[in-house]
Each structure stands twice: as C-alpha cells, then as structure tokens.
C-alpha cells in the first residue's frame, strides 16, 4: 500500500509468524522502545510503519497490525492492484481461478471519492452559504452606508456651495461612520473566521487553518462595496445645486 516504513524491514513472500505494526501500536505497548523483535501474540514484529487512516478519512490513529495472509484465513480478501484497471484486474484473477467470485472491483480513486463525498457535499453546502452570508453582508453595508451618506447631502452641498471641493467631500463622507463600519465588520468577520477554522478543520479532512487568502477577499469584496456605496450618494450628493441646498437652510 505503499505506507512508509519507520524502522525494520516488510513481510517476506510467505513469511509465517511474523507481523508488521504502526507507530500508534508501537507507542500504546512499546513506548519509547524498539517494538522490532517484539511479540505479538505467537508472531513476532518484524516492521514498523506510519500510522494511517484505514476506516474513515477522518479518524484518528489507531494501533494496527498487518499480518500475511499465510498466517490468517478469511473467506473473503481485498487484493490492491497496481498500474491495472478494474476490468483487467477481474480477467487476471479470473485465469488465476474461475471458480473465486469476484464481488465488486473498482480503482483508488473511485474508492477515495465515495469516502470524501460527504465531506465534499458538506464543504459545498458550507462553501453556498458563506457565499450568501457574504451576499447579504454587502447587501446590508450598501442600504446602511448608502443610507448614511444620502442623510449627509444637504451638509455636502453646502459644504459645494462654500467652496468645497471634490476631493475634500469624499474624505469627509470616506472617514467617520463609513470607516468605522467597514472596519468593524472586516475585523469582527476575520476573528470571527480565525476562532471557527479550528473547528471546520476537524470536520474536513485535509482543511488547513486559517486561510488568509479567502479573508482577504471577503475584506476587498466588502471594501469595494463600501466604496461603491459611498461613491454613489456622494456623487449625487455633488450634483446638487448650492443655490438650492442655501435656499434649504435659509
């Protein structure tokens, strides 16, 4: 199976009494010794492996022993095949003996998709609705900064009408309150995604931490938004005419 050796040497073709162990093994019963010439049973261990996953993708290391088939009879076998496909695989042991059903034959890949599909099926649906949580985000901080700057066009145009200029409107309607809410939700959102990782990383196997890649977008998808809804009400805001925004106040 191709799993890497940490110390001692693989079965023999038709080796008896012998037997090869994992690390987890090694340290439940041997710990901090050298498991190579130990006893297991009337067999004696001539190997240790890595651990692996041997159940389920997302199990934890468990102690395991791989015995030659000379020393323990079942009546039913799984052969791992390489560089052959499924249909050849069936003809070659065919020839072998016609009479040994064959009950089902597929690839690696095919085995290691049906393991990850649930993972799989949950990382889209996870992956759907962070992208409308995301959705509504920018939906929300549009309407709100939107909201915020629209209230502020009487004070912009008036500002127009005293000499303001382009430049200075949009620091003023940028800064204060439409900062502060950018950068609180980009905070909260990044401590927030920081605290959950660990977790999501213990339900997908192969996850990793903390991807700064994926809050980083978020961040320059909200600060877009911002942008977009604070340059549009400020736009409108500078098309006013001061003669009208005076009139207003007077």
């Not at 037997?19 to 340290?27: I, P, T």
């Not at 145009?157 to 609180?184: C, F, H, N, P």
């Not at 978020?218 to 005076?246: F, K, M, N, Q, T």
Request: hydrophobic share 50%.
């Amino acid at each position: 199976m191709g799993v890497p050796f940490v110390r001692g040497r693989d079965l023999e073709p038709g080796e008896r009494n012998a037997v090869l162990v994992n690390r987890a093994f090694a340290r439940r019963f041997w710990s901090g010794q050298n498991a190579v010439g130990r006893r297991v049973g009337r067999s004696t261990v001539v190997g240790v492996v890595e651990d692996g996953h041997f159940v389920s993708f997302r199990e934890a290391a468990i102690p395991f022993v791989f015995q030659s088939m000379e020393d323990v009879y079942s009546s039913q076998v799984t052969f791992h095949m390489r560089g052959v496909s499924a249909d050849a695989a069936r003809r070659a042991i065919e020839r072998i003996d016609p009479a040994v059903p064959v009950v089902s034959v597929t690839t690696m890949s095919e085995t290691v998709d049906t393991a990850l599909l649930p993972e799989r099926v949950a990382a889209f649906v996870s992956g759907l609705v962070g992208a409308v949580g995301l959705a509504l985000a920018c939906i929300g901080l549009f309407g709100t900064l939107s909201y915020v700057v629209a209230q502020r066009a009487p004070e912009i145009g008036l500002r127009v009408a005293l000499g303001a200029r382009a430049l200075q409107i949009v620091r003023l309607v940028a800064g204060g309150t439409s900062v502060k809410l950018v950068a609180a939700g980009v905070v909260l959102g990044a401590g927030l995604g920081s605290g959950l990782a660990p977790l999501l990383q213990a339900q997908f196997s192969g996850a990793g931490g903390v991807d700064l890649v994926t809050l980083a977008g978020a961040a320059a998808c909200l600060a877009l938004v911002a942008s977009v809804a604070i340059g549009v009400p400020a736009a409108r805001a500078l098309r006013i005419d001061p003669a009208e925004v005076l009139r207003v106040v007077e």
